[in-house]
């Protein structure tokens, strides 16, 4: 696609529940990243995918946490047993396997608000 | 593990006029990439400007400059004839060379008056 797609821009759940957010890489970009974004804060690294696999998971808070990227494409950052604390905007970004050149590209991210 | 500091949580400036938004980094690698991005209301972060820890030249793209100082691991954001849609969070951010995760600040609200 054009730039990068986050599925759903805002979702409202209950504590405990479990969320997924969807992110929708630009085509060809084989690093796919997913920070966190808590209010009046910078992102703050989550994980990051080269290809399929997670190169680099250390930013994850815990093991309610957990991302996939099966095809090397779309990947889903899904929370279980959600927390007030989760509520944050999610954002999503992609590069070419090397992004010193051009940085990220960045999605709007998905609002999650845990009540 | 690389820290990175932007001091200012709030700025404004009058439209046409310049100003500097300040970032600080602490790392003990000498080759790195910095970035600065812009954030609007839309959420989506925007790549404004980058810079290569090895080249002393600062960068510049149109109206967006840097002032690079790596021995006093200082990277300040200078926006010369500010415009209304200037406004925006702005974040500083570094990534060592070969190591795709960046750190960003915690960023600096500009807003440009009328």
């Known amino acids: 696609g054009a730039g990068v797609s986050q599925t759903p821009s805002n979702k409202v759940t209950e504590k405990g529940k479990y969320v997924e957010l969807r992110c929708d890489p630009i085509s060809g970009h084989t690093a796919l990243y997913w920070y966190r974004q808590s209010l009046g804060q910078g992102p703050e690294f989550l994980i990051y995918f080269q290809g399929t696999g997670a190169a680099d998971d250390s930013g994850l808070p815990n093991d309610r946490f957990f991302a996939v990227r099966p095809e090397g494409s779309v990947s889903t950052l899904k929370i279980q047993r959600t927390e007030r604390g989760d509520s944050a905007v999610y954002l999503c970004?992609?590069?070419?396997?090397?992004?010193?050149?051009?940085?990220?590209?960045f999605g709007s991210g998905t609002r999650l608000t845990v009540v | 593990a690389q820290t990175v500091t932007q001091s200012q949580p709030e700025m404004s400036v009058q439209e046409a006029e310049t100003v500097t938004l300040s970032c600080t980094y602490d790392?003990?690698?000498?080759?790195?990439?910095l970035f600065w991005y812009k954030q609007p209301p839309s959420r989506q972060m925007i790549l404004v400007i980058r810079q290569e820890a090895y080249k002393q030249q600062n960068a510049t793209e149109n109206r967006f400059s840097v002032n690079f100082q790596k021995a006093a691991k200082s990277f300040s954001l200078k926006i010369s004839d500010s415009q209304l849609g200037d406004t925006a969070m702005y974040f500083c951010?570094?990534?060592?060379?070969?190591?795709?995760?960046?750190?960003f600040g915690a960023g600096t609200r500009l807003t440009v008056k009328p």
């Open positions: 790392t003990s690698e000498n080759n790195y990439y």
């Open positions: 951010a570094f990534m060592k060379l070969g190591n795709n995760d960046m750190r």
């Open positions: 970004a992609s590069s070419p396997s090397d992004p010193a050149n051009y940085g990220y590209t």
